[in-house]
């Protein structure tokens, strides 16, 4: 049993599901809706685990509150391939496992698309992060998390003893979230210097073109199969020169093992939990300032709350910058006044914002009929 089995927060509910027509296994964590009802995305991948899916809900519980959205924290994860023949079936049932679950409102996670959330949402009309032509605001291509990862940097930086313009920038995983800060920190003067998805890292200590890492990618391969650079094995990024460093895959990469061969001065979460906790109190020994997750890729969650709200792609990002912007402030403040990581100011404001909102209302949901 991990720490996050019922403490003050949750989680509420923890459900297993099972169709055995496909067969499709799949596992639901609502922690707290004590803010609202519970977004949280669904993780697509043949090893994902109950415990995990435990764990993300309540980052994403933090991650809500501390974003100030009017949304409690939850997670899915299907026990599947990705590449599956049946993806649209697998999507189909799992919104029908999740019909009677109205306080949990599926978004998109690693596996998932704007289409599959369509698909969710064409069944039982509850989803976040719709395509386009059906009123939402697709946040992977307008890559609102890696702008999110983008405006913490701008904050952060100077915090970390860093100068965006010129810092060297590597990017672990290229997907949605990598690409997108990569692009965004580009802009502001970052340079990219190293790349990694599944296929391995590519290199190139004064600077990577970003368009051939984009068209590799476009074109379904490893960002190692654009010129440009040296390839090396996908753990050796995390090694290598640079001043920030974004983890934008998996969990759990940078641990205790390894935390020390990193050079980076400032790493943005762009992942969920990608560097353990003991990891990061080592990190932070060394002067390294890791931006907890809750906040640095907090943009995807704040765009898919304004979609539910209605709101324009415009407003989302105004929203993302503004929130993103006070709260990285806010927390960096905190951290240094209190002595205190990062992490542990953010969790502690944010727990205080949603055990305030269990003052006012209970956690669980729906909500009493009166
Ligand atoms: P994605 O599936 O688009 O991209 C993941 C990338 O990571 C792929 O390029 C894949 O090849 C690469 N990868 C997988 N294993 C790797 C490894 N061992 N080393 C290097 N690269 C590896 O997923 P995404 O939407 O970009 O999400 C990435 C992470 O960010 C996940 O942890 C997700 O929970 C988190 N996140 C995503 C969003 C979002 O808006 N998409 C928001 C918040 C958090």
Redesign the pocket.
Known sequence: MDAILHDELGPAKILQLYAPELPLRAFVVVDNTALGPAIG?V?ISPSVTIQEVRR?ARTMTLKNSIAGLPHGGAKAGIVVD?HHPRMEEVFRTFARLIGSLPEYIPG?????DELAMAWIHDEIGRSC?LPEEIGGLP??KLG???FGVAICAEVAAEAAGVTLQGARMAV????????AAARFLSERGAVLVAA????G?LHNPSGLALEPLLEA?RAGQ??TTAKGGEVLD??A?FALDCEILIP????D?ITAANQQQVRAKLILE?????VTGEAETALAERGVLVLP?FIA?????IMAAAEVAGRSADEAFAFIENRLRANTGEILDRSRRQAVKPRQAAASLARERVLQAMRIRPYTFPPRQR
């Open positions: 995305g993780r993300l990705p998109p996670d690693m596996g998932c992060g946040l992977d609102a998390t890696g672990q995983g290229f997907g949605n979230v990598g690409r990694s998805d599944s296929g890292t990618k490893s960002v996908k753990e990024i934008a895959a998996n969990p990469v762009g992942a969920n939990i990608p997750d890729n907090a943009g995807g969650v």
